[in-house]
């Protein structure tokens, strides 16, 4: 998968489009990505102990990673990503600067 944890992304489609945000995690299986402040969830809370009330809590839900694209961390632009193999190592690559992750 070309986005990886910690990334900087742009969402380019559904409600939160323009959002951008950094990926918490990464389902590489099912090709879907948690990206922090975007499609936020309400999730109903049990009460953990006798006396305590339930809550609502807001949490970021998984959304496919063809509505997200990748933010190069130099240039700052929206951008594909490309590879590069130096030293029998695989780097990731802009397509805009040409600049290494």
Known sequence: MKI?????????????RGKKGKVLDVFAQEGKIVVEGASIR?????????G????VVHVPAAF?????VLI???????????YKILDKKKYRICKK????F
């Open 64 to 68: 496919s990673v063809a509505n997200a």
């Open 72 to 82: 190069c961390p130099k240039c700052g632009k929206p951008t594909r990503v490309g």
């Open 42 to 50: 309400k999730k109903n809370a049990k009460p953990k102990k006798s």
């Open 4 to 16: 990886h944890k910690n990334d900087q992304v742009l969402i380019i489609s559904g409600k939160d």
């Open 97 to 100: 600067c040409q600049s290494e």
């Open 52 to 55: 305590e009330k339930g809550q």
